[in-house]
């Protein structure tokens, strides 16, 4: 069974940082593209940024362009965001989501349990 865990969440002040990390267990991790999507209350859950399956290639939605990373590491099956210059509308659960394929082309078949990150202004 394919089990993803996020770390990292908390409250931060507008214009600080925050590093959310991934772990994944259950199935060959560097197989896989990884992603993180988040959900703000009201809202539905929204991409965030995504990284094939040899962070070879990322993708990032706009409104965190330049804002954030993603990385991984295959051999600690971990997955990463780097968040800096946080706004208050970042505030969202936060979500790991794993691909079906190396490559993000497809929607994720495997979410993690969400992270509170919480942005003050």
């Known amino acids: 069974q394919v089990r993803l865990v996020e770390s990292g969440g908390g409250l931060v002040q507008a214009g600080g940082s925050l590093r959310l990390s991934c772990v994944a267990s259950?199935?060959?991790?560097?197989?896989?593209?990884m992603g993180w999507f988040r959900q703000a209350p009201g809202k539905e859950r929204e991409f965030v940024a995504a990284?094939?399956?040899?962070?070879?290639?990322?993708r990032y939605a706009d409104s965190v362009k330049g804002r954030f990373t993603i990385s991984r590491d295959n051999a600690k099956n971990t997955v990463s965001l780097q968040m800096i210059s946080l706004k208050p509308e970042d505030t969202a659960v936060y979500y790991c989501?794993?691909?079906?394929?190396?490559?993000?082309?497809?929607?994720?078949?495997?979410w993690g349990q969400g992270t509170q990150v919480t942005v003050s202004s």
């Open positions: 259950g199935r060959t991790f560097s197989s896989y593209a």
């Open positions: 990284i094939t399956w040899n962070g070879g290639s990322t």
């Open positions: 989501a794993g691909y079906s394929s190396a490559y993000y082309a497809t929607n994720p078949g495997v």
